[in-house]
């Protein structure tokens, strides 16, 4: 059984940087890619972008596009989700969520959300 | 983007009624060379994650009790809960993986009346 669980809550400073974690256990790591979803108070899930694991290959929203930066790690079964020049608009519970599946060198995306992480509080104020 | 619309933004139903949420989608998100529809219902409690409930607009997830139903096809989808229980009382999402960026819909709340 797959179990995500992610880094825990953060404050950051308009124009700052953070970097949520999510560490993945209890399944192969490169067998599936990871999605990135936020979600403001009050407002239903945005999908932020996902990394397939396996290859290391990182796909953005556009409207993320320049300042998010998704990367993963093989040896600690950790994927990573940077986002910059933040804002109060960035305010939000960022999730991780496993979606799709590897075979062989063939990945599939297009899946529902199936295991999630247990969100992680990010709050941007002054 | 493809555009996700839930109707109706909140309703009560009385334990063991039936409530029916609507999902649109601003374009078909029926895979014709699989005949799938990449839409799936999520339920979402207070200071939790989403939960998988439907997908494939129809499969219930492993686990997940059969008084939840999908239907539709195309762009218009229903979730519904046969016989509404206390613990039903949450958020509810509906998502599509058609094509990227997949977009959810803006929820709809379900209380008990």
């Known amino acids: 059984q797959v179990q995500l669980v992610q880094s825990g809550a953060e404050v950051k400073k308009p124009g700052s940087s953070v970097r949520v974690s999510c560490k993945a256990s209890g399944g192969i790591f490169n067998n599936y890619t990871i999605n990135w979803v936020r979600q403001a108070p009050g407002q239903g899930p945005e999908w932020m972008g996902r990394i397939i694991p396996a290859y290391k290959t990182p796909n953005s929203a556009e409207k993320f596009q320049g300042r998010l930066t998704i990367s993963a790690d093989e040896v600690s079964s950790t994927t990573y989700m940077e986002l910059s020049s933040l804002t109060s608009d960035d305010t939000a519970t960022y999730y991780c969520a496993r979606a799709g599946y590897c075979v062989d060198t063939r990945c599939f995306v297009r899946f529902p959300f199936d295991v999630w992480g247990q969100g992680t509080i990010v709050t941007v104020s002054a | 983007d493809i555009v996700m619309t839930q109707s109706p933004d909140s309703l009560a139903v009385s334990l063991g009624e039936r409530a029916t949420i609507n999902c649109k989608s601003s374009q078909s998100i029926l895979y014709r060379f699989d005949n799938k529809n990449y839409l799936a219902w999520y339920q979402q409690r207070p200071g939790q994650p989403p939960k998988l409930l439907i997908y494939?607009?129809?499969v219930r997830e492993s686990g997940v009790p059969d008084r939840f139903s999908g239907s539709g096809s195309g762009t218009d989808f229903t979730l519904t809960i046969s016989s509404l229980q206390a613990e039903d009382a949450a958020l509810y999402y509906c998502?599509?993986?058609?094509?990227?960026?997949?977009?959810f819909g803006p929820g709809t709340k379900v209380d008990i009346k």
């Open positions: 998502q599509q993986y058609h094509s990227g960026p997949f977009t």
């Open positions: 494939w607009a129809s």
